[in-house]
């Protein structure tokens, strides 16, 4: 038993009814690797297996009394792994636009709170043959970094299951009565406070520092919040959720990077800007103002490596969707980054977390309903108007139960105001983007996540790349299809011709039945 750090129990205490605050990860395998041919029986059987001894998959949350301090993290021996762990089956004929729909129904579904905070949802009936597996986790037990390590656990590095020591089964453990709980709130909160008085004044000296650099014409400073313009996600949001899935080519990202002398962040960023400007020049709601983008970054040092808690602070940058010229954005971009990084630096990786200790967890969530309830999003400038987060993934094949890899499309959560997140990982050559927004204000996320091939293609022009007809698409080979964007509709990510240009191009479909430009992408169809 442990209590939840500050910012752990943060992601409990603001999540409500429209604003679930679980992370996701579609992985798409192929069974034709197995030694033995599939049966979910099996699979589930291995999964229980690896499961068995991650503390995270285990524990689940009670709350203090009033919720005065920080809930608590307690060992749960009785988990129901019927539950936990559930099959699908998509209906005809299985392809992007069914795979993606049924991924939006899940994301859009709370966790259990009486339960440990996870399930993983395994899904037949693909077009390509293949298996998907979504696997859902609460923002609370879990960030990016983390939530990649521990899925990535599932998976070895050859065909042949390795066969690890299961360990013995968990103890039940007493949980604390309330007069205990509410005694070591009090106490908690009592030697907390004595280390206010210099958290207060280390917090006045940072941002005395910030407005200053800001204030500097000669400085590059990042973006800052509550200067973003509205767009049509920059609103309150409901439950729902539409999710689409792109790739691209991690050759190209880099012969991009090496070309104007950036970071492969920055040219993921040039991406997803480019790809936002024509989405939102087609709807006609461009704003003459660049686009804030929050970017989730990783305070975890080497040491804390392994530890699955929340260890990230935000880090606030300029997209320059105001800008029509790929070098010209790309450039500036990179510039906005390298700004945005001295802001971060200069706040210091810890003062996020810092805070997060002393923030009382009754304010936090009654704050948060408050917020939800009155549609207060619609009412204010927006803090920043989506998240983009890039996590490094394996860049050698793994396998499931012997099922191999085909690809990984990562989805993390949305917030009041700012309806739409784009998260990235990387595997093997190339970099998959799951795409989840609030879905009536985003209703045709596949043609956003279908730009991600015109703003490819418009970066190599730009950087004097040629680039290959289209990014490996496994489904169409026989083994699966590049989902570069698929949209929100139970079905597995494929891609469907579309409008071309000169980098090649598919449609994709979403849940809405409309279409949208897009390149191949490996998920599902054959």
Not at 5 to 22: C, I, K, N, R
Not at 62 to 74: A, D, G, I, K, T
Not at 233 to 251: C, E, G
Not at 468 to 496: L, N
Request: charged fraction near 20%.
């Amino acid at each position: 038993m442990e209590r939840m750090s500050g910012l752990d129990s943060a992601f409990l205490s603001v999540e409500t009814s429209s604003m679930h605050l679980h992370v996701a990860m579609m992985a798409v395998v192929d069974p034709s690797t197995m030694p033995e041919p599939y049966r979910f029986d099996r699979l589930k059987e291995f999964i229980v297996e690896r499961l068995h001894g991650m503390p995270t998959t285990r524990r689940r949350a009670v709350q203090v009394p009033f919720r005065l301090n920080h809930p608590l993290w307690v060992e749960d021996p009785d988990v129901d792994l019927d539950f936990h762990i559930r099959r699908h089956a998509l209906p005809t004929p299985g392809g992007n636009a069914e795979l993606a729909d049924l991924a939006g129904a899940i994301t859009g579904l709370p966790l259990d709170r009486r339960r440990p905070l996870w399930e993983i949802h395994v899904i037949e009936g693909l077009q390509s043959g293949y298996i998907a597996l979504l696997g859902k986790m609460h923002h609370a037990a879990v960030d990016g970094v983390s939530g990649a390590e521990l899925f990535v656990n599932l998976f070895d590095l050859t065909p042949e299951p390795e066969r690890r020591p299961t360990g013995e089964a968990p103890q039940p453990e007493r949980i604390p009565n309330d007069v205990e709980m509410v005694t070591h709130a009090v106490m908690s909160q009592v030697r907390r406070s004595l280390g206010l008085p210099a958290l207060v004044g280390r917090t006045a000296r940072t941002t005395s520092q910030l407005v200053g650099r800001h204030r500097d014409p000669e400085t590059v400073a990042g973006a800052v919040p509550l200067t973003a313009p509205r767009v049509p996600w920059s609103a309150a949001i409901t439950p729902h959720r539409s999710v689409a899935f792109a790739r691209v080519s991690l050759d190209e990202v880099k012969a991009v990077k090496n070309a104007f002398g950036v970071k492969v962040n920055d040219v993921v960023l040039a991406l997803v800007g480019l790809s936002l400007r024509r989405y939102l020049l087609d709807h006609d709601c461009l704003p003459p103002s660049p686009l804030v983008a929050m970017c989730p970054v990783s305070v975890r040092s080497q040491d804390e490596s392994g530890q699955y808690t929340n260890m990230v602070s935000p880090m606030f940058v300029s997209l320059r969707t105001d800008v029509d010229d790929a070098a010209e954005m790309i450039r500036f971009v990179a510039e906005a980054t390298r700004g945005a990084k001295e802001d971060h630096n200069a706040v210091g990786a810890k003062l996020l977390q810092d805070w997060s200790e002393h923030a009382a967890p009754a304010t936090f969530a009654l704050a948060a309903r408050v917020y939800s309830r009155l549609n207060l999003a619609d009412r204010h400038r927006p803090v920043y108007n989506l998240t983009v987060s890039n996590v490094p993934g394996p860049t050698f094949p793994l396998y499931l139960f012997g099922a191999r890899l085909v690809a990984s499309y990562p989805m993390g959560p949305v917030s009041e105001g700012a309806g739409l997140n784009v998260t990235v990982l990387s595997y093997l050559d190339h970099l998959d983007f799951g795409f989840l927004a609030a879905r009536e204000l985003v209703p045709d996320l596949a043609s956003m996540a279908a730009g991600l091939d015109d703003a490819m293609t418009a970066l190599a022009a730009a950087a004097g790349i040629e680039r290959a007809e289209e990014v490996d698409a496994p489904a169409a080979e026989g083994e699966g299809t590049t989902p570069e964007a698929a949209a929100h509709t139970p079905t597995p990510p494929k891609p469907r011709p579309a409008r071309r240009s000169s980098g090649g191009g598919s449609r994709v479909t979403d849940s809405n039945g409309k279409t949208g430009p897009r390149r191949r992408s490996p998920a599902t169809e054959a």
